[in-house]
């Protein structure tokens, strides 16, 4: 799946363009054969409900709080955009809570070293009994109603029974009118009973009498569904066509993590893989689509409908399985390679009046498909590439195998209409979840707790392809900056969590989808490759895919793969990286021609305790290869204890880290750094990107000075590449976000953004030229905006210019790539009127991403009425929930609302609450990026003393996450603030 979308934590520190809509639970499910029982459950095993309940118990406790004073854990992040199910979460294994009613209060004593991450059995998840395995679905959808979402199904299940039995367990989950019944060796036996457990979302299933082990039961079971609105299961999206005005519906399928059960009764978990065929009954105009392609279509003797039939899949876990219907169109290539002869057809599917917007997706899938047959050395495995547009969507993307699902603005794109920046994130979607077409697909991870391998994979992968089409992009850089760096913020606070989590059940899988495992996994996985050298990599990589084709592999089995091919033992490299919270930071002293280089936890908080840093993590130190001399050559590749010394070196000129391979920060002695700042022209724009962002988190946690990072941003001004000034602004962002609330800094930070952003932003000006490359012309809306909040009076007015004319009916007065900072110059420098204009804009908006551009840009305004009019629309029926925290992220950057956006927050809790709270993922993230920005100590006090008597179940992880950040922006303002205003005053920038 996709869901971290890296390029818009340009804008904001914890954001995420994901959407979810509310999904509301559902945990009354009536069945029709269970009204007819008076017992529930009855076969379940004794020992396994008793420790089932255990846990349940824990769960249900009043006002419980995942995590406990003493121990660590913190398991959830949600900063991510993963959907979900609504529910609350439970702890995970591993640090069970000695206090069910702990909350947040006791935050710093939560220590990483506690968290325990022990391999897990197959006793500590919560599986199906293993008496009974699927082999061969037949399924069949048929009485789709679209106007009652409703449906109806059967499905035969090939089954294999290992042990004696007179009960069969299978998810299900908001299915009703299920019927069951079992044929073996030519006898059919009807279920004497039905007992849907709705919480363990399963079925059981008892037999009068004993079934018998064999190699082939059919297992058959009748059910009805629901196309439900909540972006799970198989579900309905609402849509209008283009130039009409009704609203109409198409359907489709979202699987993972574990709603497969919610569309069908599936033995539901990722290493039970077995072949499907599938059949769905559909209006005569509809298109049916689905993982394989259609074998025939056959009318119904009615003369409406129509069954298509699909061709037998190949062996795959249920979460990857699909379909989806409606009114479909599409355009179609084919890959320029020939798999056993033939060239395979790529589609993009989209609803009526769309499909021209899928051909940027399509060129690329094409080409990548190719691409990755090479680079694994597999060819593609099935039949077709199709790829299909979803009007609602909880995710970016997810990689069904041969029918991908997208969300509109990750697979569509409108030349000259939408934001270059889409194109960006249009090709790199599309790369990563094709990515999981071997990786995840064919070989599949066995259970959920090595998600972050599947994803950290596909992350780093999917930019690997992008870097081959699209070189002039330089995506490494845009990794280093983007990323990385959104994974180092999350790990930088106590309540981050290891990048491999124990997951129990269901309900636990969700809450991993987050920039740990996406981020900090492909962060990983990245230096790994580089370590072991690319070529290297790949090969164990192909090697690992070979060996457990149409099967399931552990993330030991690559790490294996990766030894045999590279003869280093990668177990041992990567062990702590993977178990352990955190990342170190290395601090360097400098004696002659000696480096002593120690590392240490780094949090940014500052406030690294003996019991926060116990892991002595493999570092390789990428020490630049000129500053070696042939003494120093042997010992300096990797940091493996707590300290190394390196003597016989040239230190005139050096760099650790080189091209920012390595998922650590680099603490230099002050010489050293201002040095390094006057040899930019030495460093790579990945070196550039690391330096100004190591100063500002070294700046933050105190382990380093807010007067050397803005000394090095001023030393900038000649920079020219865009991947390195989107960092410096984000530095200097910060620094105003934490010194802001001091007026007299204010102004004069404001003074030093204008004098560093003018050169630069006249030099690029407003036009267009033919030639400009995707990085020139994102340098150009990132510095027009950067110079306009600086003051910059002509580039106001030129905004201001087109804007007007823009709102005159002129709509080509504003170029797409500028379209988001035009409007929010107008934004912030106008009033009452231009508020309405883009407010009435974000109502007609129609391109795939003219929401999005139009909610960000009204968070610039700067009344105090306007402010408060955009909170009551953010809460108003006329943003969804899956947009809200687009509204409350821009609002929290803008220093004239954070006050506001606060007491809003807090008058107002119970309607936010209300509004998000039926998907739990809603409200976290809403907490996370809209309470972690502010850096006042009332404030601090106020949201600690706000939320602990608060129930904060399904969102205590991301209260946790706020007041640590904004414990670290306190800290930073209360040392610092003299630190910045002296630097001004002796830089001129104060009167
Ligand atoms: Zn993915």
Redesign the pocket.
Known sequence: ??TSLPWIARTSRFSCSQVSISRRPTLLVSFAARTTRTATNVNVGAALRKRYITVLGTFLAPGFSSTSSTSTSTSTSTSNCHPSRSRHTRPYLGYHSKSPFRRYSTLSTIRHSEYTTAKMTRDDRDVLPEEVKPVHYDLSIFNIDNKAFTYSGTVTVDIKITKETSTISINVKELDNLKASVTVGGASHEAASIDVDSKRERATLTFSSPLQVTELAKLKLDFTGVLNNKMAGFYRSEYKVPGTTEATHMFSTQFESCDARQAFPCFDEPNLKATFDFSITVPNSWTALSNMPAISETPEPSGDLKVVRFETSPKMSTYLYAWACGEFEYVETTTERKYNGVQIPVRVYTTTGLKEQGQFALENAAKIVDYFSEVFDIDYPLPKVDMLAVHEFSHGAM?NWGLITYRTTAVLYEEGKSDPRYKNRVAYVVA??LA?QWF?NLVTMDWWNELWL??GF?TWVGWLAIDNFYPDWDVWGQFVAESMQTGFQLDSLRSSHPIEVPVRDALEVDQIFDHISYLKGSSVIRMLSSALGQQTFLKGVSNYLKKHTYANATTDALWSALSEASGQDVNKIMDLWIKTTGFPVLDVKETADTLTIRQKRFLSTGDVGPEDDETVWWVPLGLTSESLTTASQEAVTALNEKETSISGLNTDYYKLNIGQNGFYRVNYPVERFAKLGTSLDKLSVADRIGLVADAQALALSGDGSTSSLLSLLQGMKEESNFLVWQTIATALSAVQGAFGSNAEIKAGLKKFALELYSPAAEKLGWTFAEGDDFLTTQLRGLLIGAAASAGHESIIAEAKRQFSAYFSGDESAINAALKLRVFRIAIAEGGKDEYDQVWAEYLKATSPDGKEITLQSLGKVKDADLINDYLEKMIGDKIPTQNTHYVSSSLALNSDAKPLVWKFVKERWDDIFKLLSGNMVLLDRFVRVTLNKFSDETILEEMKAFFEPKDQRGYDRAVRVAIDSVSGNVSWKKRDEKVVEEWLKEKGYLA
């Open positions: 799946m996709q990689e990563h979840e999981h995840g599947n994803e596909a």
